[in-house]
């Protein structure tokens, strides 16, 4: 019998090839998947925390603006670096606030993952949020953004204007920025 040079590989083998590359493919998609989701849940809670931390500088700096039961907004807390969120997005600084009541503060930082603009993200209302993909930190004590799990506190679906409403607290009053009166109430 005559040895037949081969010159290549026969289909069985590569189709095993193909069915080895599927599998570790299959393997490694959700793995890397989840890394991502973990680092913008982190960069939420991070960004949070920062937004707490600048109340409390602020508070330091300017101890007449500590007042009881008040909520300061993004808009008013924001000086350039909280525009875009983890997914792109921009943060929403008319929902976006720190609560000080008690002697604690109270963090919620929500991004608007469809708007292409921080102009848009401005424009937002309560009508229509629910078609803007908001994503972020609902309503948290600071002190659980350092103790709790980013994932435990990061909203990914199902914020939505009614929700949000609700985590408003009764009787607080909001700060937002005025160039024109440097901070007003509302």
Do not use: H
């Not at 019998?1 to 590359?21: D, P």
């Not at 998609?29 to 109340?55: C, F, H, I, M």
């Not at 985590?167 to 509302?186: I, L």
């Amino acid at each position: 019998m005559k040895m037949i040079n081969r010159k290549g590989f026969t289909l069985i083998e590569l189709l095993a090839v193909l069915v080895i590359l599927g599998l570790l493919v299959a393997l490694a998609v959700p793995n890397v998947t989840g890394v991502v989701r973990r680092q913008r849940n982190s960069t939420y809670v991070e960004d949070a925390k920062r937004l707490g931390t600048r109340l409390k500088t602020m508070f330091a700096a300017n101890p007449d603006l500590k007042k009881d039961n008040t909520c300061y907004s993004l808009r008013f807390l924001d000086n350039g670096d909280f525009e875009q969120g983890p997914n792109n997005g921009y943060y929403l600084r008319n929902f976006s606030y720190v609560r000080y009541a008690g002697g604690n503060y109270y963090v919620t930082l929500i991004e608007c993952v469809a708007c292409k603009s921080k102009s848009e993200a401005d424009s937002v209302t309560t009508g229509t949020m629910g078609t803007k993909e908001p994503r972020g930190v609902k309503l948290t004590e600071f002190s659980k953004l350092t103790t709790e799990k980013p994932e435990n506190l990061v909203v990914a679906s199902g914020l939505n204007t009614a929700n949000l409403e609700s985590a408003k607290p009764s009787g607080c009053t909001y700060v937002y920025f005025d160039p024109d009166k440097a901070y007003r109430y509302w």
